[in-house]
């Protein structure tokens, strides 16, 4: 059994009961070949929760100074997690991400880049859009719903993966697609909410 492995039962014996946490739309996640999971960001415990929940290993981007961070930093690392330098272009994180969807991994992003401060959808990042279009992985829009409050029910909704072709052919901006994926977020927020 790998670590993440390992890590990923653990912290689902905590998680799932705890918050009562169910996956809707499993149907919707491929099952192999690249996917960029494109999830809204509502709390600093997202990235485990779609990691528990998602029926693959999920890889992040991570900000930097978590790996400088004494037994922490391995463990980030060690989940599938890796350093980007945050309010810049770091070609490096990018090649990477890149990296890990030729591969056929999933490679999971919150694209308003932070934690919404309401818990409404914010605006995203042309990070996404980048991926989406110079990938080719299927991208799967991620709802997290519900408070992460103790017995109350937290919800994590897979929706349907985005058609790429078209938008590729048109050569839409990296901006355009980010926005054609957040709306498609709102519609299940909106949906399951």
Do not use: W
């Not at 992040?60 to 790996?67: C, G, Q, S, V």
């Amino acid at each position: 059994m790998s670590f993440y492995q390992f890590a990923k039962s653990v912290v689902s014996g905590i998680f799932k009961p705890l918050y009562r946490i169910e996956a809707l739309g499993l149907e919707n996640f491929p099952k192999e070949g690249g996917v960029l999971l494109c999830a809204n960001h509502i709390h600093n415990f997202d990235p485990i929760v779609v990691g528990i929940m998602a029926p693959r290993p999920v890889h992040y981007m991570a900000k930097e100074e978590l790996f400088s961070v004494p037994v922490l930093g391995n463990i980030v690392r060690n989940c599938n997690a890796f350093p980007v330098k945050r309010g810049m272009s770091d070609r490096e994180a990018l090649r990477k991400g890149l990296n890990v969807l030729k591969e056929g991994n999933v490679l999971g992003l919150f694209p308003e880049g932070h934690r919404s401060k309401t818990g409404e959808l914010g605006k995203g990042l042309a990070g996404a859009g980048f991926f989406a279009l110079r990938s080719d992985a299927l991208v799967v829009p991620c709802a997290i719903i519900g408070p992460y409050k103790s017995l109350k029910k937290l919800k994590v909704i897979y929706g349907k993966p985005i058609p790429m072709e078209e938008l590729k052919q048109t050569k839409a901006s990296a901006e355009h697609v980010t926005e054609l994926i957040m709306s498609e977020i709102h519609k299940l927020i909106k949906e399951h909410r």
